[in-house]
C-alpha cells in the first residue's frame, strides 16, 4: 500500500490549474476595476454562474481529498487562517476595494481545523457514500447565502430573520449590508470539502500511474506553492497592472 503522507502529482496539477485560472480571473478583475480595460468575456454569465463556481469547488476539493494525506492538518489549518486573518487586515489597512472578510484562506482554514478535531470519525464514514452525501448537501445548501436552500426549481426560501445578525457570514448567512471581496462561507462550501475528505484516502491506495505519474511539472509546482502564491498574486496585481499599463498607453499602444 502507499505511503499515505506522500504527494500525488494529479492533485497538485489539478490544484495548480485551479490556481491559474484563479490568477486569470483574478487578473481580468483588476484591469476592469484598475486599469479601465473593457473585457467583455469577463461579464459573460457562463463565466461566473458556471465556470467559477465549477473551479473553486474543483480546487476545495482537491484541498479536501489533501487532508487525509498530511501529517500535520492542525498546523496547515492555523496557517491557513492565520494568512486569513493577516489578508482581512492587509485590505482594511490598504484601502483598496472591498475587504477580505471570510475568503478562501478562511475557508481552509477553519475546515482543516474541524478535520483536525473530527478526524477519527470522519475516518469511519464509508468514502465514496460520504462523498456522495457532501456533494448533494452542497447543491442543497449552494443557495443559502442568498436566503434559500434547493437547487433550480427546486428553490424554498428562508425566514429573512435569519440573516439579521453581522456575526454569522462564516456560516452561510450574511447579515444586512455584508459585502467581502472574497466570500466562501463554510455552507455550502464545507460540503464539497468533506467530500474530498471522504475521497482522500481511495484516490491514495488507487492503483492506477495516472494518480502517481507527473503530467505537467509546471502545474504541480503551482499546486505544491498554492498558498504562497495566492498570498502574493493580489499585490502584485493591484500594484503592478496599473502602471505597466499605463506605460503600454504612453508607447502608444491602443489598450
Not at 463565466?47 to 467559477?52: A, D, N, P, Y
Not at 465549477?54 to 500535520?72: D, E, N, Q, V
Not at 463554510?186 to 492503483?207: E, N
Request: charged share 10%; proline share 10%.
Amino acid at each position: 500500500m502507499r505511503n499515505l503522507t506522500s504527494r500525488f502529482p494529479l492533485l497538485d496539477e489539478a490544484r495548480g490549474l485551479c490556481l491559474l485560472l484563479m490568477l486569470l480571473y483574478h487578473g481580468a478583475y483588476d484591469l476592469i476595476a484598475y486599469c479601465d480595460i473593457s473585457i467583455p468575456l469577463y461579464e459573460s454569465p457562463l463565466l461566473h454562474q458556471l465556470l467559477q463556481p465549477f473551479f473553486a469547488a474543483l480546487f476545495i476539493l482537491i484541498s479536501g481529498a489533501c487532508c487525509p494525506l498530511s501529517r500535520h492538518p492542525l498546523r496547515r489549518g492555523l496557517l491557513a487562517l492565520g494568512c486569513g486573518l493577516a489578508a482581512t487586515a492587509a485590505t482594511l489597512w490598504a484601502g483598496v476595494g472591498l475587504p477580505d472578510w471570510f475568503g478562501i484562506l478562511h475557508f481552509l482554514g477553519c475546515m482543516k481545523l474541524l478535520y483536525a478535531a473530527l478526524r477519527r470519525p470522519l475516518e469511519r464514514i464509508p468514502p465514496y457514500l460520504g462523498a456522495l452525501l457532501g456533494v448533494s448537501l452542497f447543491f442543497l445548501f449552494y443557495q443559502l447565502p442568498y436566503g434559500a436552500l434547493g437547487w433550480g426549481p427546486f428553490t424554498f426560501p428562508l425566514p429573512q430573520t435569519l440573516y439579521q445578525w453581522d456575526w454569522l457570514f462564516p456560516l452561510g448567512l450574511p447579515g444586512p449590508g455584508f459585502s467581502s471581496s472574497d466570500y466562501f462561507p463554510l455552507l455550502p462550501w464545507g460540503m464539497v470539502f468533506l467530500a474530498g475528505v471522504c475521497l482522500g484516502k481511495p484516490l491514495s491506495q488507487h492503483p492506477s500511474r495516472v494518480f502517481h505519474t507527473s503530467h505537467c511539472p509546471a502545474l504541480a509546482w503551482l499546486g505544491r506553492h498554492s498558498l504562497f502564491l495566492y498570498l502574493l498574486h493580489q499585490p502584485v496585481l493591484v500594484f503592478g497592472l496599473p502602471p505597466i499599463i499605463q506605460g503600454l498607453r504612453v508607447l502608444g499602444l491602443p489598450i
